[in-house]
């Protein structure tokens, strides 16, 4: 089972639709959750992170069930800008490293 | 602050070639990666820095791999000789609080091998 799993879409969704991404961890005990944002050819940069109580930050909002060790990325009123894939990543417990997933592809479309 | 520095962007060499990667983290920063990204693949870690030592080298081949990190700041990636499954993206992130806070990563190169 790999560590990370995402569904690698891609996703297509018109301008101002909702959309949501789900992303699974192995792991039980990581302890620090990120979404990261990749545009085509370019690197990957820190979207925002993932707490236990939900955090939000304008129209994305991440969530994080522990339990069911399930992390979530809701992005609300969909711009063009927002085409991209989207990396749920997660820091295993006692190891100073980030695994990744392989990522969400969004298209946005007029 | 400046970020994470790589080059080159782009390099294309023939199979059996050896070729070179060059990493400058974000200054202060005492840990550094190097990580592998396949194409629609999410990135993969290939060595972690604390300073000049790595600790952890697991997923590195190895028999044609190398990395090195003098006085622990640049870093090079190596690889000798190249493979045909060597072509991907090559990134390189820098941290100063270890990943709990996430890293920032470099711009990549983006090898091909032919």
């Known amino acids: 089972r790999k560590e990370v799993e995402q569904d690698p879409g891609p996703f297509n969704v018109p301008e101002g639709a909702t959309v949501a991404f789900n992303c699974t961890y192995s792991n039980s005990a990581s302890q620090s959750f990120f979404w990261y944002r990749q545009d085509c050819r370019k690197e990957p940069k820190l979207l925002m992170s993932?707490?236990?109580s939900g955090n939000e930050d304008g129209r994305f909002t991440a969530q994080l069930n522990r339990a069911s060790q399930y992390i979530s990325l809701l992005i609300r009123d969909s711009k063009l800008s927002d085409s991209a894939t989207y990396l749920c990543v997660v820091n295993p417990e006692g190891f100073q490293k980030l695994v990744f997933g392989t990522g969400t592809r969004l298209l946005v479309s007029p | 602050e400046a970020g994470v520095v790589q080059s080159p962007r782009y390099k294309i060499i023939e199979k059996k070639q050896p070729v070179a990667f060059w990493c400058n983290p974000i200054s202060g920063h005492n840990t550094l990666y190097w990580y592998r990204q396949n194409l629609g693949q999410g990135p993969e870690l290939l060595i972690r820095y604390e300073n000049e030592e790595a600790v952890d080298d697991s997923q590195l081949p190895k028999d044609r791999f190398s990395a090195e990190r003098l006085k622990g700041v640049d870093s090079t990636l190596k690889i000798q000789p190249a493979e045909l499954g060597d072509s991907a993206v090559y990134l390189c992130a820098s941290s100063g609080q270890g990943a709990v806070f996430g890293y920032t990563f470099g711009s990549g190169t983006r090898l091909t091998v032919v």
């Open positions: 993932v707490y236990s």
